[in-house]
């Protein structure tokens, strides 16, 4: 919902304010708190187009990777995991979460607590809670925002973070902290922006609460083999990895030097450069493993829970076997991209290779209004791809599925720029 008036807009959220004043009063939120809360928040339309733009949705894996992860970062980040080693170590004994996954989070959300966001939370999760696409959902976070401010969390001058809300060192949204945040310096207050004790240990707090399996990865990239059933390449189709193997998929393996001691790392290690291409190209190709010792055969990581197989580029793309705790990732923030990115960034924390595929991944995304007119011409041809809100979410996945299926194309499921020109040309 958009608005081409925006003095109109502005009356009308006005008129909304007051009634989450009365409603944060009806669950006892004090009249001060409530009367700051309408005279502080405005609404911020520039926050309306950045959700109709996350880019965790609609760039392609690869250009969303190479974006967030690079050289200097990963290695900045080992040098952070030193410097922390003994606070890291508490945390990881205390809630079984490891320290390269904490400082992968670290710096996915806030460049390692260099970029924390400066839009004010109150008026960013109003802005989202009034316009509707996921109403109630931000309208409970606005909610609690209100309460952190109550019961003094939070003065409501300093209350700034991203455009969706989340505050933070780990961009918490009001809810999780309300819920999971922890005093992790034991100075008897709980502050996730400026105590890093605090923001670690409530991630930690947060993600094993949720159900992190300490001694399980989150992923391994695989090789599919030609015959591979691309529409089972999905979260949602779940077997056991000795049953992937079965079906021909293989873990892709790259021998490293593992001399490397963690302890000799600084800011300016290089992690591969101009390798990189060729690295992943070795994953795609047959008979080409020895290139650079590669083995597309390693063993499959020892896990109690199912494995779903992904291509976040498509077929063409790199594939990796998730685990539950993808599932767990997930819960932090709903992107495929974000989580595969969170956990290939923890890997390399931890010394374990870059990407190995993807060298022939289509290139280039669909912009928000391609991809609403892809869902609507979907629909138009009778596969469902739901309201149109020009996001690739599951049930659009699944009408391009049925799609390439008809027309005999590798059902993978990716809304990718060739796929959307067939389309239209249908």
Known sequence: MLFPNTLLAKEDFSVWLENVKYEAKSIGISDDTTADFTSHTIFLPNVIKQDRAQPEFITPFLDYFSKRVDDKKVAYGRALMLKHHELLTQIESKYGVHKQVLIAFWGMETQYGNVKGNIDVLSALATLAYEGRRSDFFRAQLLDAILMIELG????????????????????????????????DADGVIDVVNSLPDAFASAAHYLASIGWKQNEPVMVEVKLPNDFDWQSAQLAVRKAPEEWSKLGVQVCVIETDTTDNLTSMNVDTPLGGDNQKTKRQVCDQEQTETTLNIKSSGAFPNVSG?????????????????????????????????????????????????????????????????????????????????????????????????????????????????????????
Request: charged content about 10%.
């Open 306 to 426: 199912m494995a779903s197989i992904l291509l976040p580029q498509g077929w063409q793309g790199p594939a990796f076997m998730v685990f539950d705790n993808f599932d767990i990732i997930m819960q932090w923030n709903r992107s495929v991209n974000y989580a595969l990115s969170v956990a290939q960034l923890a890997k390399l924390l931890n010394l374990e290779p870059s990407i190995l595929g993807g060298g022939f991944a289509e290139s280039g995304a669909l912009t928000y209004q391609q991809m609403l007119e892809l869902q609507n011409r979907l629909n138009d041809l009778g596969f469902d791809a739901g309201v149109a809100d020009g996001l690739p979410g599951l049930q659009t996945q699944a009408a391009v599925r049925s799609y390439q299926l008809q027309q005999q194309l590798p059902a993978d499921g990716y809304a990718s720029p060739s796929f959307y020109q067939r389309l239209l040309l249908h």
């Open 153 to 184: 969390y939070i003065d409501i001058e300093r209350f700034k973070g991203s455009w969706a809300g989340a505050f933070g060192n780990m961009q918490f949204m009001p809810t999780t902290f309300m819920l999971y945040a922890v005093d992790g």
